[in-house]
């Protein structure tokens, strides 16, 4: 879609655009029957498209509250592209038919507080009483190794699952002045993210979650994008992580916005389009 000598690709990372809009009933019904075929099926091609992009993924959300009517979800390399998307979807149905609501930028990212190999060979010397020349401490390392580049690999060029539910917020770290992250010391912050993690961890195969840093892109610090097959797991998660230190202490949540992936067709259905 962008020719490579205007390209606008991280160094590391992809780009992870939310976009929510309004659907304007009062301009849509003013369209023919024949415009608005045409009209959905203009943004149906579009989805098509930028979907055969390369390393872009795109969902559509049909969005349960009044904040907005439709979301969508991308995730592409290239910001040349992100933008020119944004301005394709907003138009799709025609002019003055979506109003957008709220936007977000981000960036995929790893977590400064990865497990570095120095810490995880303490740990195995301590808790597990592994020599470094033994055969069960090298085969311990490499599994560690392996289960690291998988979680580099979903956290940096992640693959969106199709879980219906998803849940959008961001959030900051506080930087007051009686509680300021920024000015803890590192050991300090990543022992609480450890704690932080654990909790995260009792949710597998019930939650995912892509955290997305946007210092400098947008009005946060990180959005947080959970996928889940309820909305009871997403209630439970961000309650219950509440409790944590790192949340309870530290941290400043944005609006919260509910979508439901679905296929075109019933979303075109869902909206009464």
């Known amino acids: ?53 390369n390393s872009t993924q795109l969902l559509t959300l049909s969005i349960v509250t009044p904040k907005a009517d439709l979301g969508f979800m991308l995730i592409t390399p290239d910001l040349q592209n992100a933008n020119k998307i944004d301005k394709q979807l907003s138009l799709s149905l025609g002019a003055d038919v979506l109003t957008p609501v709220y936007s977000y930028l981000s960036l995929t990212e790893e977590s400064e507080y990865v497990t570095t190999d120095e810490e995880y060979a303490e ?3 301590k808790e597990q009483n592994l020599k470094p020349d033994s055969e069960k401490f090298s085969e311990a390392m490499n599994a560690f190794r392996e ?22 917020y961001n959030m900051n770290k506080r930087r007051g002045e009686q509680r300021n992250w920024y000015a803890l010391p590192y050991a ?11 909790v995260g961890r009792q949710y597998a195969g019930k939650i995912k979650q892509l955290i997305t840093g946007s210092t400098g892109l947008d009005d946060a610090e990180w959005g947080v994008t959970l996928f889940a097959r309820d909305t009871f797991q997403i209630k439970a998660i961000v309650y219950q992580m509440r409790f944590d ?3 309870a202490e530290y941290a400043d949540f944005g609006e919260f916005f509910i979508g439901i992936q679905l296929p075109l067709d019933e979303l075109f259905r869902r909206l009464q389009l």
């Open 188 to 198: 300090e912050r990543r022992q609480l993210m450890k704690g932080h993690a654990a």
């Open 245 to 247: 230190p790192v949340s």
């Open 1 to 53: 879609m962008t020719d490579k000598n205007t390209e606008l690709v991280p160094e590391e990372g992809w780009h992870c655009l939310h976009l929510y809009y309004r659907i304007e009933y009062g301009q849509w019904q003013l369209l023919s029957r024949e415009e608005q075929t045409a009209a959905k099926t203009n943004l149906a091609s579009l989805v098509q498209d930028v979907r055969a992009m």
């Open 123 to 125: 740990t195995l010397a």
């Open 147 to 168: 289960r690291i580049k998988h979680y580099r690999q979903d956290r940096v060029y992640p693959t969106l699952p199709d879980w219906p539910v998803v849940c959008f």
